[in-house]
C-alpha cells in the first residue's frame, strides 16, 4: 500500500469529517473501518512548514468535526482523533501547546513586573483584564472561554464578602464588636490575634466556605479592629497591627480548613476520590480526630511565629481595655441599621451552615444577605459600585481561574502528573522517602493553582494511587493528601479562597505575602507530617 504524506491525510481527514457532517440526517450510516495508526510525524511537520496548511487550525477543526461525528455515526471518527491527534500528529497537535503557553505567560504576567513593584492590587486586576484581552486577540482562547470563570461563584463571593465589610464600617456595627474584643483581649495585640483564630477554628466545621468565613465574617471584624487601633491600610501605619493581623488570620484560616471535612468546600471532594480510588470511607470524624492535634499546633505555633518575625508595633496596651469600654459607653444602645446589619449577618451564616440541608450555595445566601441591606438602606449600590477592591479583586482572581482552568483543560496538568508518577516510581526507593517526595510536588504544584478543588479535581487520584502502589499505606496516605489540599493553600494570595479576601485588604505587599507563605508553609509541612506523623501512629492510621 502506497504511504500517503502526512498532509494528504490531513486534507483527506478534513473531507472526511465534512462529508458526515454535511451530509442529510435521513441518510442511513453503515459503519466506517478505522484508519490503521500512521508512522509518527516527521520532523518536517513544524509550524513553520512551507506548506499552506493550518496546522492550529486543521487540530482545533479536527478536533471539532470528528466528536460531531462520532455522535452521528456511532464514534468512528473519535477514534480516528484519538489516533491521529495524540499518536501520528503529537508535533501537529500544536493549537493545543499554543494555548497552553499562552495561559502560562498569562498566569505569570497578572503575577509579573507590574505586581511586584506596586503593592496595591489595582496593578493585579489591570493584569487581568490585559492578559484575557491577550489571549483573545491571539484566537488562543475565544471571549467566552477567557472571561468564563466571571460566572464562577468563589469570585462572587469574595467581591460580596467587600459590600459586607462596607456595611460593618457604615453602621458601627464593626467597631462595636470591635471594641467588645479589645475590651476582654486587648491588653495584647497576641491575645487579641489569638481570640480571632480559635473564634473562626470554631466556626470552620458549621460554615463550609472559607471565603464566607474570611470574607463575610473576619475580613469586617479584622479591618474594624485595625481602625480602632490607629492601623490603616495606605497611610505608613499598616504595620501597627494590621499587616500581622491580616496575615495572622489568612494563614490560621488556611489550618482551620484543614481540621474538618465541612471547613472547605473542596474538601467532601477528597474524600469521594479517596472512596473510588482505594474502597475506603474518609468519614467527618476519622477526619477531625487525624486533624486535631497536628492542627491545634499549628494554630499556636503560625501566629506566634508570625509575632516574632512579623511583628506588630504595638505589642501591648494596657489602657486599651478600659479606653474600649469608654468608646462602647459613648456609642450607646445598638441603632436600627446595626440590628438590621446583625439580623442579616446572622441569617446568612445560618444559610451558609444549613445550606447543604436547604439546598442553597455560599454565593445565593450571600447575595440574599446583601439584598436585605440594598433593600432597607444599609449599604446603597453606589457604595458598592465605590468598592473598588472588590471589583478589582473579582477581575483578576476570575481572570486566573479561567488560565488555570485551561491549562488543565489542554493537558499541562495531566502530563505533570504522568511524569511525577513515571519519576518518582522509577527511583525505587523506600515508601517513606517516594512519599515525602510525592508530597512536596503535590504542595508545592499548587503555585500553579488558583482552587483547591481544581487541585484535588487533577492531581489527587493520580498522587494517592502512586503512594499506594509505591508501598504506603493506602488510608494514611489519603488522610495526608487531604490535609495538604488546604494547606498547600497559604502559599499564594490566590491559592485558596480566603487569600484574595485578607490580601485585597492592602495590608500586606505581595511579596512579604508570598515570602512569608513559603515559610509558613515549611512550619506547616513539619508540623503535620512530624507531630502529625507520631499522633496518626498512636491511632493507628498506619
Given at each position: 500500500?502506497?504511504?500517503?504524506?502526512?498532509?494528504?491525510?490531513?486534507?483527506?481527514?478534513?473531507?472526511?469529517?465534512?462529508?458526515?457532517?454535511?451530509?442529510?440526517?435521513?441518510?442511513?450510516?453503515?459503519?466506517?473501518?478505522?484508519?490503521?495508526?500512521?508512522?509518527?510525524?516527521?520532523?518536517?511537520?513544524?509550524?513553520?512548514?512551507?506548506?499552506?496548511?493550518?496546522?492550529?487550525?486543521?487540530?482545533?477543526?479536527?478536533?471539532?468535526?470528528?466528536?460531531?461525528?462520532?455522535?452521528?455515526?456511532?464514534?468512528?471518527?473519535?477514534?480516528?482523533?484519538?489516533?491521529?491527534?495524540?499518536?501520528?500528529?503529537?508535533?501537529?497537535?500544536?493549537?493545543?501547546?499554543?494555548?497552553?503557553?499562552?495561559?502560562?505567560?498569562?498566569?505569570?504576567?497578572?503575577?509579573?513586573?507590574?505586581?511586584?513593584?506596586?503593592?496595591?492590587?489595582?496593578?493585579?486586576?489591570?493584569?487581568?483584564?490585559?492578559?484575557?484581552?491577550?489571549?483573545?486577540?491571539?484566537?488562543?482562547?475565544?471571549?467566552?472561554?477567557?472571561?468564563?470563570?466571571?460566572?464562577?461563584?468563589?469570585?462572587?463571593?469574595?467581591?460580596?464578602?467587600?459590600?459586607?465589610?462596607?456595611?460593618?464600617?457604615?453602621?458601627?456595627?464593626?467597631?462595636?464588636?470591635?471594641?467588645q474584643f479589645v475590651s476582654l483581649f486587648g491588653s495584647s495585640s497576641l491575645g487579641?490575634?489569638?481570640?480571632?483564630?480559635?473564634?473562626?477554628?470554631?466556626?470552620?466545621?458549621?460554615?463550609?466556605?472559607?471565603?464566607?468565613?474570611?470574607?463575610?465574617?473576619?475580613?469586617?471584624?479584622?479591618?474594624?479592629?485595625?481602625?480602632?487601633?490607629?492601623?490603616?491600610?495606605?497611610?505608613?501605619?499598616?504595620?501597627?497591627?494590621?499587616?500581622?493581623?491580616?496575615?495572622?488570620?489568612?494563614?490560621?484560616?488556611?489550618?482551620?480548613?484543614?481540621?474538618?471535612?465541612?471547613?472547605?468546600?473542596?474538601?467532601?471532594?477528597?474524600?469521594?476520590?479517596?472512596?473510588?480510588?482505594?474502597?475506603?470511607?474518609?468519614?467527618?470524624?476519622?477526619?477531625?480526630?487525624?486533624?486535631?492535634?497536628?492542627?491545634?499546633?499549628?494554630?499556636?505555633?503560625?501566629?506566634?511565629?508570625?509575632?516574632?518575625?512579623?511583628?506588630?508595633?504595638?505589642?501591648?496596651?494596657?489602657?486599651?481595655?478600659?479606653?474600649a469600654r469608654q468608646k462602647l459607653e459613648k456609642m450607646g444602645p445598638m441603632s436600627?441599621?446595626?440590628?438590621?446589619?446583625?439580623?442579616?449577618?446572622?441569617?446568612?451564616?445560618?444559610?451558609?451552615?444549613?445550606?447543604?440541608?436547604?439546598?442553597?450555595?455560599?454565593?445565593?445566601?450571600?447575595?440574599?444577605?446583601?439584598?436585605?441591606?440594598?433593600?432597607?438602606?444599609?449599604?446603597?449600590?453606589?457604595?458598592?459600585?465605590?468598592?473598588?477592591?472588590?471589583?478589582?479583586?473579582?477581575?483578576?482572581?476570575?481572570?486566573?481561574?479561567?488560565?488555570?482552568?485551561?491549562?488543565?483543560?489542554?493537558?499541562?496538568?495531566?502530563?505533570?502528573?504522568?511524569?511525577?508518577?513515571?519519576?518518582?516510581?522509577?527511583?525505587?526507593?523506600?515508601?517513606?522517602?517516594?512519599?515525602?517526595?510525592?508530597?512536596?510536588?503535590?504542595?508545592?504544584?499548587?503555585?500553579?493553582?488558583?482552587?483547591?478543588?481544581?487541585?484535588?479535581?487533577?492531581?489527587?487520584?493520580?498522587?494517592?494511587?502512586?503512594?499506594?502502589?509505591?508501598?504506603?499505606?493506602?488510608?494514611?496516605?489519603?488522610?495526608?493528601?487531604?490535609?495538604?489540599?488546604?494547606?498547600?493553600?497559604?502559599?499564594?494570595?490566590?491559592?485558596?479562597?480566603?487569600?484574595?479576601?485578607?490580601?485585597?485588604?492592602?495590608?500586606?505587599?505581595?511579596?512579604?505575602?508570598?515570602?512569608?507563605?513559603?515559610?509558613?508553609?515549611?512550619?506547616?509541612?513539619?508540623?503535620?507530617?512530624?507531630?502529625?506523623?507520631?499522633?496518626?501512629?498512636?491511632?493507628?492510621?498506619?
Open positions: 500500500e502506497k504511504k500517503l504524506d502526512p498532509i494528504a491525510i490531513a486534507k483527506r481527514d478534513q473531507k472526511m469529517a465534512s462529508l458526515v457532517l454535511t451530509s442529510s440526517l435521513n441518510i442511513r450510516f453503515r459503519p466506517l473501518p478505522t484508519p490503521k495508526p500512521r508512522c509518527p510525524t516527521p520532523k518536517s511537520l513544524r509550524l513553520n512548514s512551507r506548506s499552506g496548511l493550518n496546522y492550529n487550525q486543521f487540530c482545533l477543526y479536527s478536533c471539532h468535526a470528528s466528536s460531531s461525528a462520532a455522535a452521528m455515526a456511532g464514534g468512528c471518527y473519535e477514534a480516528t482523533y484519538s489516533v491521529y491527534s495524540h499518536r501520528s500528529y503529537p508535533m501537529a497537535y500544536s493549537g493545543a501547546r499554543r494555548s497552553i503557553a499562552h495561559c502560562v505567560a498569562v498566569v505569570v504576567y497578572i503575577f509579573g513586573y507590574n505586581s511586584w513593584n506596586n503593592n496595591s492590587a489595582i496593578a493585579v486586576g489591570s493584569c487581568g483584564v490585559d492578559g484575557s484581552w491577550r489571549v483573545c486577540s491571539d484566537q488562543n482562547l475565544t471571549f467566552a472561554a477567557a472571561f468564563s470563570a466571571f460566572g464562577d461563584p468563589i469570585p462572587w463571593l469574595i467581591a460580596l464578602a467587600f459590600f459586607f465589610a462596607r456595611g460593618f464600617i457604615k453602621t458601627g456595627l464593626g467597631n462595636r464588636i470591635a471594641y487579641l490575634g489569638y481570640s480571632l483564630v480559635f473564634s473562626e477554628a470554631l466556626l470552620a466545621p458549621a460554615i463550609p466556605s472559607v471565603s464566607a468565613r474570611a470574607g463575610g465574617i473576619f475580613l469586617p471584624l479584622v479591618k474594624s479592629l485595625c481602625v480602632a487601633c490607629g492601623s490603616n491600610a495606605g497611610d505608613g501605619t499598616e504595620h501597627k497591627l494590621g499587616s500581622w493581623l491580616m496575615l495572622t488570620c489568612f494563614q490560621t484560616s488556611v489550618i482551620s480548613s484543614s481540621m474538618f471535612l465541612t471547613a472547605m468546600a473542596a474538601n467532601p471532594l477528597a474524600a469521594n476520590l479517596t472512596s473510588s480510588t482505594i474502597n475506603q470511607t474518609l468519614g467527618w470524624m476519622d477526619w477531625a480526630k487525624g486533624a486535631i492535634v497536628p492542627g491545634l499546633v499549628s494554630l499556636i505555633v503560625v501566629p506566634l511565629l508570625l509575632y516574632v518575625i512579623y511583628p506588630p508595633t504595638v505589642k501591648s496596651s494596657p489602657d486599651a481595655p478600659k479606653l436600627k441599621n446595626e440590628l438590621i446589619m446583625a439580623g442579616t449577618l446572622l441569617l446568612t451564616v445560618g444559610l451558609w451552615i444549613f445550606g447543604g440541608t436547604l439546598n442553597i450555595d455560599a454565593v445565593t445566601a450571600a447575595i440574599l444577605g446583601l439584598s436585605v441591606l440594598l433593600v432597607t438602606g444599609v449599604v446603597t449600590w453606589k457604595e458598592c459600585l465605590a468598592e473598588s477592591v472588590a471589583w478589582d479583586t473579582l477581575t483578576w482572581f476570575a481572570a486566573l481561574i479561567a488560565m488555570a482552568g485551561y491549562l488543565n483543560k489542554y493537558g499541562l496538568i495531566s502530563w505533570f502528573s504522568q511524569t511525577v508518577v513515571k519519576f518518582v516510581g522509577g527511583l525505587g526507593l523506600p515508601w517513606q522517602s517516594s512519599f515525602g517526595i510525592l508530597i512536596l510536588l503535590y504542595f508545592y504544584s499548587h503555585y500553579f493553582f488558583a482552587s483547591g478543588a481544581a487541585h484535588i479535581g487533577a492531581m489527587f487520584t493520580a498522587f494517592l494511587s502512586v503512594a499506594s502502589a509505591l508501598g504506603t499505606p493506602p488510608y494514611l496516605a489519603a488522610m495526608v493528601l487531604s490535609f495538604l489540599s488546604n494547606l498547600m493553600g497559604g502559599i499564594t494570595h490566590y491559592g485558596i479562597g480566603s487569600a484574595p479576601v485578607f490580601y485585597g485588604a492592602g495590608y500586606v505587599p505581595l511579596t512579604k505575602w508570598w515570602g512569608y507563605g513559603f515559610l509558613i508553609s515549611v512550619v506547616n509541612l513539619i508540623v503535620w507530617l512530624g507531630v502529625g506523623g507520631v499522633w496518626w501512629k498512636a491511632i493507628g492510621f498506619w
